[in-house]
Each structure stands twice: as structure tokens, then as C-alpha cells.
Nanobody, 124 residues
């Protein structure tokens, strides 16, 4: 089992920045990738970003390219989502996720573990 704990959400004005963290614990040795999805009220869960654990390859959703950056700290088993130039449309619950096998990183159903989520609100 892998446990994921997110932190760093909050309220920010448009144009501002936030950094989300996701710490993994448990049987993390076989992790293939970690990522973030977000879900706004009444909408489906949408891919934000993912990073492969060994190679560090990053993939971003179209709506966040150029504004969000995903990095990882292997010894701390933590990923960080730096979110800049935030817009009201970024308002959502953000969920950290992990996969223990090769997957299509943009597909939510292919991930194995999920965190509880952290709320991000961007005011205009």
C-alpha cells in the first residue's frame, strides 16, 4: 500500500502562486509515476501533471502548460506542484496520485493510489 498526503492548498488572488506538496509513504519502492488531477464542483476529474519516478519525465495538461511545474524529491518521496499565474479557472480540489506500473499518465483510471485532496481557490 502507498499513502499519499497533500498539502499547500489555499486561497489566492488571480495572478498569484501556490505550491502543492504530496508526500508518499508505505511501499513506494515500485512507484512508476506520480501526478496531480483536479476536480471542480460538478465537473469531471482532469489531468494536471505527472512525473515518472526514475526518469523524471514530466507531462502537463494543456490548460496548465507554461504556468505549472512539477518536480520531485526522491529521498523525501515527495512531489511538488508549483502553480504560477493562477486563474479563477484553476479553482478545484487537487488530488495527488501514484502508479506502481507503467501507465498512460493522463488517464485517471490507470492510477493505483489517491490522496484525499487539497482545495485551491483562486479569486478574481
Amino acid at each position: 500500500q502507498v499513502q499519499l498526503v497533500e498539502s499547500g492548498g489555499g486561497l489566492v488572488q488571480a495572478g498569484g502562486s501556490l505550491r502543492l506538496s504530496c508526500a508518499a509513504s508505505g511501499r513506494t519502492g515500485g512507484t512508476y509515476a506520480m501526478g496531480w488531477f483536479r476536480q471542480a464542483p460538478g465537473k469531471r476529474r482532469v489531468f494536471v501533471a505527472a512525473i515518472t519516478w526514475s526518469g523524471g519525465q514530466t507531462t502537463y495538461g494543456d490548460s496548465v502548460k507554461g504556468r505549472f511545474t512539477l518536480t520531485k524529491d526522491n529521498p523525501k518521496k515527495t512531489v511538488y506542484l508549483q502553480m504560477n499565474s493562477l486563474e479563477p479557472g484553476d479553482t478545484a480540489d487537487y488530488y495527488c496520485t501514484a502508479a506502481i506500473k507503467p501507465i498512460r499518465v493522463g488517464e485517471a483510471l490507470e492510477y493505483d493510489y489517491w490522496g484525499q485532496g487539497t482545495q485551491v481557490t483562486v479569486s478574481s
